[in-house]
């Protein structure tokens, strides 16, 4: 099953994105028990965890973006969100959501922070 990532974009220094997560209906009555994380890959790098919410609602950051984003679930549209804010270039990555632990990696959405 795979989650599919959207909402990227290209964006100058200091700008917003959403990033969307939308669990495909086959899933859809196992959502909430979920916790659902956000990767990055950006050129020539591993896959990094960006952020991950648990089915409790707790959250979890990776340093590099602590107080820029924010992951949220809205379990009645079966749907997490990334808001990122106040981009860098080194947040330039094509972006993917999955399942914990991860199962198939859907397309991701390519994030371009560039003035």
């Known amino acids: 099953v795979q989650l599919q990532a959207s909402g990227g974009g290209l964006v100058q220094p200091g700008g917003s994105l959403r990033l969307s997560c939308a669990a495909p209906?086959?899933?859809?009555?196992?959502?909430?028990?979920?916790?659902i994380d956000w990767y990055r890959q950006a050129p020539g790098k591993q896959r990094e965890l960006v952020a991950g919410?648990?089915?409790?609602?707790?959250?979890n950051y990776a340093e590099s973006v602590k107080g820029r984003f924010t992951i949220s679930r809205d379990n009645s549209r079966k749907m997490v969100r990334l808001q990122m804010n106040s981009l860098k270039p080194e947040d330039t990555a094509v972006y993917y959501c999955?399942?914990?632990?991860?199962?198939?990696w859907g397309q991701g959405t390519l994030v371009t922070v560039s003035s």
């Open positions: 919410v648990g089915n409790d609602g707790i959250t």
């Open positions: 209906r086959a899933i859809f009555s196992v959502f909430s028990p979920l916790s």
């Open positions: 999955n399942t914990r632990p991860p199962g198939d």
